[in-house]
Each structure stands twice: as C-alpha cells, then as structure tokens.
DNA sequence: TATGAATGAGGGTTCATTCAT
DNA sequence: TATGAATGAACCCTCATTCAT
C-alpha cells in the first residue's frame, strides 16, 4: 500500500541495517495481518525485497523474529506510559484521564500494537513459553500505574475499595478492544471500516464515552452503590 | 471382552449423529486451542477417534469445519440472550445488570466461546470472508439490546446522550476480554492460572467490579461530569 | 537397472505392504550409494514410484527410515551367522574356515551390507547415537564366535596366546573390507570394475587367500614365531 | 593491549600462507569428521577463523577444497612409504614386517588418514570422479609393493604361489581397519574409546597379533596347507 | 459409513557460493 | 586480501484433501 516500499530490484544493496528493518516491518505486517501460524516466512521475505533465505542471516528462527517483532511493537508502548506515570505526581483522576487517552491514542497511532497482543492472547500456548521477553518493563509499568491508583484512592480520589489491578485492567481492555474490534463495530453499524477519517473520528467519540463512564464509575464522591461483596486487593492463593 | 459381543470397543459402531457430535467437540477444543491455522485436522481426527478421511464426509473443508465450530458454540450464547432481553420489559438498570452477568457467566461456563471470539477477532482476514453466517441472529440481539438502552434512556435510567452502541461494546468488551486474558491478569499477580477454584472466584470479584464501575458510570443521575463532546449516535458516513 | 522396478504408473494402488517394501528398497539402494548426508529423500521416493511425502506415513524421518535399513540389511546377517555357530560344535579350524567364508559369501550377495556398514564406519557421529539397535542380536553372536574360538585354542586347534576378540576382528575386517573396496582393488590393477562375474572370480580367489594366510596363521602347531608381547585377552580399564 | 600495535589478535594479519593453512587444518577436522556431504564450509571457516567468503579466494569450491584435503593428508604416507620402501633392498621378511609397522604407526599418528580413507572408500561416487589425484605417486608406491614382495618370493621367503596383489591388500586393510572401528572394538569389549592411553596400547597389541598371524600365514616354510585353487598374478580380463 | 493409504503443493530452513565493500 | 551480507536452489518435512477398499 505504502508508496515508497523497498526498492523493488537495487541488485545487491549492502545494508545490513536497512535490510534488517526492511524484514522487521515486513515481518510486523504479516504477523499482524496472519498471526504466527498464519504468516509465512516466504511472503515476509517478499515483501522486504529480499531472498527468503536471508531471514535466517538475521534471525534464527521464525518465532526469533516472531519475538522482535512484539518487543518492537511493544516496547516503545510501555517506555512512553512509564515515563508518564513517572512524572506524574500529582494524584488526581486528571492523571488517570490522561493516561488513558494516551494509551487509546498510542494504539490509534500504532495500530499492529493492538493486533499483535489480540494474537497474542488467542494464542495461548505461545504465552506461556515466553511472555514477551520484556516481562521486567511491562511489570515496572503496571505496579506504577498500581501505585498512582493507590495514590489516588488514599487521597480520597478514587473509590477506596476497588481492586487497583482491576482499575486498571477495565480501562485497559476497553482501549485495547476498541481497536481490535473496530471494523467489526463499524460495519455492524453500516459503516465502512476502510474508511479510515471516520473510523478515527469514532474512535474519539468513544474513548468520551469510555473515559465518561469509567471515571464516573471510578470517582470516589460518585456513589451509593453497594460496593462489591468481597473486600479489596485479595490475593489469589 | 467377549469376542462376539456388540460393540466391544464402545465406537466400532456406525453411528454418524455420534461422529458428527464427536467431531465438533474435537475441532472446537483444537480450534480454541490453536487457532484456524494452528489447528491440525488429523489432531480433531484423532481425538475424535475417528478415520481424518471421514471429516470429509461431515465437512466441505476444514473451513467449514471451523465454521462449524464457530456458529455452535456462539448462537446458544446469542439465543440466550435474546430470549433474556425479549422477556425483559421493565426498562430499569436492573435488566442491564443482570444481562452482564449472564453474559459473563455464560462466558465463564463456556470458555471456548471466549477463546474462539479472540481468533476471530485476532484474525481479522477470516472475518471479512465470512462473519459468522448467524449474522441475523447475531444483528437482531444485538438491536434488542440497543433497543432495551434507549428505553432505558427515554425512562431516565440512564444518561441520555451515551451512545447505545458504545454501552453495549464496553460491557461486552469487559466481558470477553476478562476470559481471553484471565490467565495473563493471574499470572502477572503472582497466582496459578491452572487453579480452577480461585481463579473463578478472582473472576466473580472482577465482575462485581465491572458492574459498579460501569453502573455508577451510565446511570442518569450519577454524573456532573460534562458530556462526551459529539452528541451521540451519530453514523458513519 | 532392474526390468521389475515398482509399477510407473499404476494410479493409487492401495497397497502398504508393497509401499514400505518398496520404500526399504529404494532407501537401501540410495542410502548404499550416497549414505546418510547424501541421500535424497525425494530420490528414494521416486524411486520407490511414491509421492515423498509418503515416506512420512511409514517412517517417522529420514534418521528413522535409515535405521530400518540398516537393520534389514543386517539382521539378516548377524541370523544366519548366530544359526551357524550355534550349531558347529566340533571345535576344528573347520567350523572358523566355513565360517569365513560364509561371512564373506554373504556379503558377496549382499553387496549393500558391507558399504552399509562402510558408510556406518566412517560415520563415527551417528555410531554414537544409535549403535544399530539389534546390538544384542550381533553381541550375542559376537559372544558366541568368540566362545567358539576359546574351545578351538581349549582343544589345542588354535594358538592358546591369540586374542579371540582380535581373531575375530582380522577375518570379519578382511572379510568387509574386501566389498568395500573392491572396486579400486580391480581399477588399480587394470582391471574393469563393473564386469560382474570376473570381479566375483576375483573376490573367490581372494577369500583362499585370505583363508591359507589366516587359517595357517592361527593354527596351533604352525609357529615358532614368538608370541605377541602382552598376554592375551586384557580388558581394558 | 596497546591499541596501535600491530596485530592486537594475532590473526587480523594479512598471512595468505597461514590462511590456507587453517582452512586446511579446519577442513581436515571437519571432513573427517562429517565426510564430504556432512561437512559444513561455514564450520570449517568459523574453525579457521576467517569468514566463510574466503575459503573461495584459495579453493574453487568445497570439493576441491576436500580433495586438497585429502592429497595433504595421504600424499605424506605414500611418500614415506616409498622411501622405505626404495631404501629396504634385503628382501627378507623383515622389510615386510617393517612396512607394516611403519603402516600401522603412521595411522596411529595421523588418525585423519584413516578416517579419511574411509570416507573415501564408502562414498564409491566420489571415487570415480577423482581418484585422488596422486595416482601416480600412488601407484608407484604400490607395485615398489609388489615389487619387493616378488623379491621375498623369488628369495624364498614368501610362499611363492601367493598373489603379491592380495598379500599386499591383507595388511593394508587389517591396518586400516582397526583405525577406522577401534572405537566400535573398544566399547563392544566394554572399554572406553575416549581413554587415548589405553585406546593406543590395545592397537599395539593388536599389530603384534596381526603380524604374527600374518606374516606366520605368509612364510614360505609354514605351510603344508593346499595352495588356493587358482594360479596366482592372474588379470582380471 | 468407515478406513487409512495416497497425493502433492508448499512451508520453514540450510547452505554452497557470489559479490559489494 | 578480507569481510559478511546477499542469493537462490534445494532439502526435509507437514498437512489438507482425495480415493480405493
């Protein structure tokens, strides 16, 4: 689709920095589009410009180049959300706001980073062999985001007796599905998925709506509603 | 083990209902378990106990084999539903409330249905090709529900500029995305994602949560936030 | 070379027996002429009249199918040998002599046996690996000549001091060793390695060589030669 | 450790000399290991320290680079040989039991040769092609052989009625032999083939073993044993 | 209907070899 | 000369699917 893709027949270009970016987009689009099982190696390859041998000169295998890819998509993510979480002090809903738009648009701007995790989690059996490899990152991140909730919950912000690691994931989930699922929605309304403009626009629309419902919810003056049965922040055994 | 007695095996007997039946179990744990790609059909073969040729008796191709799957393990979950939401005439919070938890239950009851929804989501390609057959069944219960929120709006219950559509994705979202990634959520808190016991219990606290958060987040008159910026239910062009 | 190959073309014969038999015999031939590494899969299957991943039905891999070869080619062997000494009891150099020749009759027959075991030889990583599976079968029968010639030197026919274990190695080696060089024997001396019978009349020729050299080497009453330095039959540490 | 010296890793050298002859020393280890299929030109540059483009500015490919290979290795016997050979002019047994000797060492002290030899003898399509190259020195070395054993038999020492060819092929083949499957020999005699020490002196005790059956199998004054059926030194035609 | 052998396209990967630097 | 990226032809093997029995 991009009109400047890898020079279609430059005869043995030297560069070993390009080629091996060249593979890694080439590889984020098939495994995006196809999942693990569904890319093929060939068609990477192809679409890099280069022989499918080549693969093997810069990575072993294709789950080796499977793993960059996620640590690529995935990592920038979680560096910027922790650079935020970490400046941010001040522990008011203004901050989780913000978080949450920020990582709603984070997945709009890098839409494989959506795709990937969706396969990802369906593909439970590769989860276990090796969670992303940036485990520590991904880790320090959350138990941050945990601790501004905490914050927020002990200067009488946020409902006391919620579960911060439930917070958490709720608003999580509701942004990483959106752009899973987004053609979905769009064509089960009549819309037209490829049209990207409108479908940005509805994006917007819904992460007010998340962020309105999900902080009303959240706020800790909102409510008299009982709060849930068991008490808050359990461990599992 | 008389040598001459009927069915000494308990399966040597032709009975295609039964095959057919056995064959379904087969490709769906297979295809949960690994995707359309990932599965294999002598796998669904083999643990069907069944010849690999017969699939081809009962099935065009392993698509439709898929197709199968897919159709029967997610319309008993639409039927339900929609027999729940016909019946329901009171336009109160209190149909809405208990629509999320039948449906989180019935996911937590059925968790293939959960991990096929993530294939099917994760794999974007199939789902252009064919989006699930029972598109009506699916589309009629998914405008009840719509119809069900806006009767709640016109009553008061809730706010009345939330779209309906977004209401329904966000508690549908939670629900489905809680099955697909309960083992990661566990996981990253330290707990056994293989015990059964606590990790339903983690999940009945998690909806417990869901709910007050997004009940307290659309009711009416829960909110001086201001509104979503767009007014609502706007179409894509 | 052979006018009775496998049928052409004899569109989906159902028949196993025939396949694997046919698989054995064009691995045997391939595996003979090229070993291990040099092999071609798809050679043996087009030889053999098969689709190559047919091959795959039958033998778990290329390693695998290689072991049945090398076990059919030489059961066969170490059988009639055991047979054989197990029914000479009279302990005279007659039994060794027959038992000369016949080895090396046999391999005569069965020309894939001794460059089989060539390939076997220079192979030394894979000798590591799996020693040819029937290692009892040819321990048994290895113990067993060597029992035979310990009664030989016990009834005074063969030199006392000799090493059975070594009297075994030099006729079994010379025996070998012989199919598998034949060929540049015949082409150093001038002679046409691909005329059949004369390169057989060589071969017989050769083994009353090795036989008079041998048997007049070992016979008791033959040497006033002074006996080899060490005493004999000392296990290593 | 200074950066400005002169080769800071004793081998960034530009030393054509020394190149070719790690490339050589890799590739001797490496085809005597693996035979000519099995052999992987990137491990033999990887061994030799240079990368894997080089090998192709000394050789013209892989199989030149084997046969370079195997000149080196066995061109050093023949020589030796020779000379022994064309210095022994008493034709009496002791040049005979000599040259074996020196055989049998000269394996023990170059185990490649053997190894290499084997290699050479399984692969009968390779030794078509290139019948190492060396024929000439070879062959001479070869009827020097014969040669001096028609001397011994003119003189008296050596049955007369024995074909110089095969007398000579009988202790070329048991010395080669026992190099090629002394590690098969040591662990069916429940001994270690790694243990050097021991490995050497059990190959010690065999070449007594061999010499005395041997050369008692050749003396002209052992035998009342009946000559082999056929006259001798006939061609094949 | 049931069985499993047969089919063949194509998948991931290897590797000898070439060539720009 | 030296370097290692680039090339592409196979290679072993998988797997959905067909078909004789």
């Given at each position: 689709m991009s009109a400047t893709g890898p020079s279609p027949k430059t005869k043995?270009?030297?560069?070993p920095e390009r080629t091996r970016a060249a593979l890694?987009?080439?590889a984020r689009s098939e495994f995006m589009e196809h999942g693990f099982n569904g890319a093929r190696t060939s068609t990477i390859a192809k679409q890099a410009g280069v022989p499918s041998g080549l693969i093997y000169h810069y990575f072993e295998n294709k789950q080796t180049l499977y793993q960059a890819v996620m640590e690529g998509s995935l990592a920038p993510y979680f560096e910027n959300l922790h650079e935020l979480l970490e400046g941010a002090t001040s522990p008011d809903l203004q901050l989780l706001e913000s978080s949450i738009?920020?990582?709603f648009e984070f997945l709009q701007d890098n839409p494989?980073?959506?795709r990937l995790m969706a396969w990802w989690h369906a593909d439970e059996g590769w989860r276990r062999g090796a969670p992303i490899k940036e485990a520590?990152?991904?880790a320090d991140t959350q138990s941050l985001g945990l601790q501004r909730i905490r914050e927020a919950q002990a200067a009488g912000c946020i409902k006391p007796h919620l579960d911060p690691g439930f917070v958490v994931k709720v608003f999580v989930d509701l942004c990483m599905q959106w752009h899973?699922?987004?053609g979905e929605h769009v064509a089960a309304h009549g819309g037209d998925p490829d049209h990207a403009p409108s479908v940005r626009a509805l994006g917007e629309r819904y992460i007010d709506h998340v962020i309105e419902i999900f902080m009303s919810g959240v706020r800790?003056?909102?409510a008299p509603t009982p709060p849930p049965s068991?008490?808050?922040e359990e461990k599992l055994s």
């Amino acid at each position: 689709m991009s009109a400047t893709g890898p020079s279609p027949k430059t005869k043995r270009t030297r560069d070993p920095e390009r080629t091996r970016a060249a593979l890694l987009l080439a590889a984020r689009s098939e495994f995006m589009e196809h999942g693990f099982n569904g890319a093929r190696t060939s068609t990477i390859a192809k679409q890099a410009g280069v022989p499918s041998g080549l693969i093997y000169h810069y990575f072993e295998n294709k789950q080796t180049l499977y793993q960059a890819v996620m640590e690529g998509s995935l990592a920038p993510y979680f560096e910027n959300l922790h650079e935020l979480l970490e400046g941010a002090t001040s522990p008011d809903l203004q901050l989780l706001e913000s978080s949450i738009r920020m990582y709603f648009e984070f997945l709009q701007d890098n839409p494989h980073a959506a795709r990937l995790m969706a396969w990802w989690h369906a593909d439970e059996g590769w989860r276990r062999g090796a969670p992303i490899k940036e485990a520590e990152l991904c880790a320090d991140t959350q138990s941050l985001g945990l601790q501004r909730i905490r914050e927020a919950q002990a200067a009488g912000c946020i409902k006391p007796h919620l579960d911060p690691g439930f917070v958490v994931k709720v608003f999580v989930d509701l942004c990483m599905q959106w752009h899973v699922s987004v053609g979905e929605h769009v064509a089960a309304h009549g819309g037209d998925p490829d049209h990207a403009p409108s479908v940005r626009a509805l994006g917007e629309r819904y992460i007010d709506h998340v962020i309105e419902i999900f902080m009303s919810g959240v706020r800790a003056d909102s409510a008299p509603t009982p709060p849930p049965s068991n008490s808050s922040e359990e461990k599992l055994s």
